[in-house]
Structures are given as C-alpha cells and as structure tokens.
C-alpha cells in the first residue's frame, strides 16, 4: 500500500510537503504520481516521477511552485509545494503510473493510496 501524509490547513503563499511512503514493497522499482480531486472537480495529475528520478513531469498548474523528489532509501516519494493558492484545495493522492510524455497515466489495478486533504485558505 501507499500511504500519504503531510496534508494540512495552510494560508495563501504557505508551503506543505506530502510523502507518501511505501508499505509492504519497495518502491525503488516503480514510478510514482501524485494526484488531485477537489470537490465536484475531476482528478488532476499533478506530478510524477520516474523510478531512477531522472524524469519528471508536472501540470502547468503547479509548475515553478511544486517539487517532486524521492528518496529511495526511506521507500519515500515527497511532493514540496510553495506558493500555495486556494485554488489547490484538494485531497492528493499517489500512485503507480507510467510516465508517458509529459503525462503521468496511473496503471490500472497499481498502487494508490487513501488519500491526504490540504486546504488553503486564509
């Protein structure tokens, strides 16, 4: 399993940093996403990241203000995001993906996890 945390309340202009950390398996070998579902809005992926980190990819959304890094070692995926706006109200989820392009396309039947909500606002 996948299982994030990190969420939070957080004022306009704020930061949060998301990890989401692996349970059960080693994360090493698989590409991970993150993604979002604000309510009445569809999922948004937001980024992801390649198994070796030498890829990334990012939503125009949140590219110059959100970071995706990993650290093998801790089984961990971290999501830094600055500059928060209300706009990026959302629960954030990871997952498995493929890295296609610049997009982040979950795998069918991969990994995710529950889910952690960051608000924003003031």
């Known amino acids: 399993q996948l299982v994030e945390s990190g969420g939070g309340l957080v004022q306009p202009g704020g930061s949060l940093r998301l990890s989401c950390a692996a349970s059960g398996f080693t994360l090493v070998y698989y590409a991970i996403g993150w993604f979002r579902q604000a309510p009445g809005k569809e999922r948004e992926g937001v980024s992801c990241?390649?198994?070796?980190?030498?890829?990334?990819n990012y939503a125009d959304s949140v590219k110059g203000r959100f970071t995706i890094s990993r650290d093998n070692a801790k089984n961990t995926v971290y999501l830094q995001m600055n500059s928060l706006q209300p706009e990026d109200t959302a629960v954030y989820y990871c997952?498995?993906?493929?890295?296609?392009?610049?997009?982040?396309?979950?795998?069918?039947?991969?990994?995710w996890g529950q889910g952690t909500q960051v608000t924003v606002s003031s």
């Open positions: 997952a498995e993906v493929i890295l296609v392009q610049d997009m982040c396309v979950p795998i069918d039947g991969g990994y």
């Open positions: 990241i390649s198994s070796s980190s030498d890829s990334r």
